[in-house]
Structure formats: C-alpha cells, structure tokens
C-alpha cells in the first residue's frame, strides 16, 4: 500500500521559514510526477506546486512563486516544500499528493503549518 | 484563484442519488481531465473518479463521473451515512500552468 507521510508543521512568526519534507514508500516514486496540496482553515482544497519526476519541472500557484520552493530526492524517495517569507495566509494543513499530470493518485494525512505572531 | 465553481453543499436521504456540479472553462475543463476527491476533515484526501469518468480499484460504482464540454458532474448512488464528506472537482488550467480545485461541496445524508 502506497504510504506518504508529512512532517516539518509547525507554528512560525509572520516572516519567517519552514521546510516540509514527505516521505514516500511502497510505490515508484522516482516515476512520480509529486504535488503539495493545502487547506487553509474553513477553506476548501488549494493546489501549491508541483514537480516532475526527474525533477526537471516545477509548477507553483501564484500566491506561492518566488517564496516557495519544491524539491525532491528521488534515491530518498522523499519531497520537500521550502516555505519562506511566510504570511499568515499560508496557515493551512499541507498535503504530499502523488500525481500532477492528471490526478493526484494517493495523499498522506498532512502537516499543519500556523503562521502567527 | 480557483475558478471551478461547485455548490457549497447538496443533501438527499440514505438510499438516494445525488449529483455534485463542477463548472469551469474552455482553459481547463474545456480541455483537460476533471478528477474527484472525497475528504473527510483531518483525514487524507481520497481519489474517487479519474479521467473524467474512471475509477480506481475499491471505489465501488455507486461513484460516477461524467463531463460535458466546460462543466463535469460527479454523482452518488445508494447513499449512505459514510458518504457525508466534502467533496471536490480539480483540473489542470492550461492557460495558468495551474491546478485548480473547486470550492467543495458539503454532502449531507439526512
């Protein structure tokens, strides 16, 4: 069964910084096109970004680009999301997804990022 | 900038059919895949439809997918109280090298 587990949430000061990291297992995650995923409080589903699977490509949503960066190693099977100058519109529950390129196949239970002072 | 449009929420009695709405445009439904997920609060999102209208493995066919032109409809059949959960449409918008999902829709089993 295909596993993805979240860690790196937690609670940051407005400006400040955070690297989310998703541990892949039991599927082939170097074929893997991989996303991030967020839900904000009381909101709905909100796509961040995603990268192929050799990682030659990487798409980010536009409220993220230029202060997030996504990243993978593949020999690891694992994902990052490096989150910078974070606002407090970024306080969200975040989730590793499998998939991209036209559906996000399998999800792990999320991490939860609080961005307040 | 999510710009798939679903109703905040449908309900029907066990037993019942509902259907859930997901309105986009030419640049993304019009154009790509609409995939569905059902998600329960605190708990990992689940895929439920693929391609438009497919399923994966152990989702029973009480769940359909269908589209039509910049518009897909997902719907549920047989429903029963562990069908209450949000659910969601998403696409691919060509136009903003974007995923978009949309706002959710609240199902509830009276």
């Known amino acids: 069964e295909v596993q993805l587990v979240e860690s790196g949430g937690g609670l940051v000061q407005p400006g400040g910084s955070l690297r989310l990291s998703c541990a892949a297992s039991e599927f082939y995650f170097s074929l893997s096109t991989m996303s991030w995923v967020r839900q904000a409080p009381g909101k709905g589903l909100e796509w961040v970004a995603m990268m192929k699977e050799d990682g030659s490509d990487e798409y980010y949503v536009d409220s993220v680009k230029g202060r997030f960066t996504i990243s993978r190693d593949n020999p690891k099977n694992s994902l990052y999301l490096q989150m910078n100058s974070l606002g407090v519109e970024d306080s969200a529950v975040y989730y590793c997804?499998?998939?991209?390129?036209?559906?996000?196949?399998?999800w792990g239970q999320g991490t939860l990022v609080t961005v307040s002072s | 900038q999510s710009v798939l449009t679903q109703p905040p929420s449908v309900s029907a009695a066990p037993g019942q059919k509902v259907t859930i709405s997901c309105s986009g445009s030419s640049s993304n439904i019009g154009i790509n895949y609409v995939s569905w997920y059902q998600h329960l609060p605190g708990t990992a999102p689940k895929l439920l439809i693929y391609e438009n209208d497919k399923r994966p493995s152990g989702i029973p066919d009480r769940f359909s997918g269908s589209k039509s032109g910049t518009s897909a409809t997902l719907g549920i059949t047989g429903l029963q109280t562990g069908d209450e959960a949000d659910y969601y449409c998403a696409a691919r918008d060509s136009s903003l090298s974007a995923w978009l999902f949309g706002g959710g829709t609240k199902l509830t089993v009276l």
């Open positions: 997804a499998s998939g991209g390129q036209k559906y996000f196949g399998n």
